[in-house]
Nanobody, 121 residues
């Protein structure tokens, strides 16, 4: 059974930094894309950033220049370094991964349980 475990959320003042990490577990044979989404109260879940297995990245416009996604393919982990945080970055952040296990024919998207990020003004 695949699980994605996030860590690193918390409370920070505006202008501060946090680093989120996500570690998958299970009999994983291949991970294609890993990423981070967020969902603020009353809003839809939105993509923050993602990264492919060849290192190509994609960022939501409001986080460009402030957030950096990185990936360790050897450890199958993904991290999100968040700098210059703003109150509007407050949300639950979810890790996801498009992956295949040794018993699967096709890739499937898995989600973590979410970690709260709160930025105070």
């Amino acid at each position: 059974q695949v699980q994605l475990v996030e860590s690193g959320g918390g409370l920070v003042q505006a202008g501060g930094s946090l680093r989120l990490s996500c570690v998958p577990s299970g009999s994983i044979s291949r991970i294609v894309t890993m990423g981070w989404y967020r969902q603020a109260p009353g809003k839809q879940r939105e993509l923050v950033a993602d990264i492919t297995n060849d290192g190509s990245t994609n960022y939501e416009d409001s986080v460009k220049g402030r957030f950096t996604i990185s990936r360790d393919n050897a450890k199958n982990t993904v991290s999100l370094q968040m700098n210059s945080l703003k109150p509007e970055d407050t949300a639950v952040y979810y890790c996801n991964a498009d992956l295949r296990t040794f018993t699967m024919m096709n890739t499937r998207r898995y989600w973590g349980q979410g970690t709260q990020v709160t930025v105070s003004s």
